[in-house]
């Protein structure tokens, strides 16, 4: 057996250059920063340039590779393009793609927003995926073999799965209606994708996270947090570790051989839920 088995080289991505969008904040942040520890070049991008300084020099602090920031709003083509075309003037390839950015909308169920509470939430959830993949899949599949392939990581959620659109993660009488049908159409566009880039020596998963603290549980665990930590069989919520641990794994030798994944990261909370 000509491969190295040990966890070292299993799980190495020194040297990786990674681009996370959403990555200033929340699981985005996570996974970036799990990327920088471990020597990769990482790239994070989002809309708030104050959010983008902030998270990159808290990356710093632990960071064996380099982590730089690029301003950026995905919510249409326009912007995909824009991000880009400035990722291509830093670098020459892209090792992984971590398609992170995501909204929801919270409102009632006979007056929910049509701009606001679908369009623009089909648009950065689902349409961004697609955008800036076929963007930088001349970048993914340059240099790229059958032992060592690219990677993109698109982040999904339990909700994708789980049908419950009214509760603590919205106000009263309001519920996400749009934000679980998103999800579910990121399942099946990483299928569509990773039969599309497979030949290419590209692989293409999903991360279903359970609740994890970050910017769009926020209001949710405010509300009631103890609440949500106490229906959590393993007694707590996701962890940096849990998701950076997750990503690294699909990007590293370890998760090579694996494509068209939905992997669920929630402490088996949706085997409890229930209205």
Known sequence: ????????????????????????????????????????????????????????????????GKIDYIVANVGSKAGCDALISEFKKREAKLHVLVNNSGITWGGSYHDFPEEKGWDNVFAVNVKSIFYMTAGLTDYLTKDSTPTDPARVINISSTAAVIPHSEGELSAEGNGTWSYQPSKAAVNHLTSQLAVKLALNFVTVNAI?????????????????????????????????????????FLASPAGAHITAAHI???????LFSKL
Request: glycine content about 14%; aromatic content about 4%.
């Open 1 to 64: 057996m000509s491969q190295d088995l040990a966890i070292p080289s299993l799980f190495d991505v020194k040297g990786k250059i990674v681009l996370v969008t959403g990555g200033s904040v929340g699981i985005g942040k996570m996974i970036a920063t799990g990327f920088a520890r471990n020597g990769a070049t990482v790239y994070i991008a989002a809309r708030k340039e104050s959010q983008l300084k902030e998270a990159v020099e808290d990356i710093k602090k632990v960071a064996a």
């Open 208 to 248: 279903l996270p359970g609740v994890y603290p970050s910017k769009m549980t926020a209001f949710g665990l405010r509300k009631s947090g103890d609440k949500m930590v106490a229906r959590q069989p393993m007694g707590r919520l996701g962890a940096p570790s849990d998701m950076a641990g997750l990503a690294l």
């Open 264 to 270: 669920i990261t929630d402490g088996g909370a949706r």
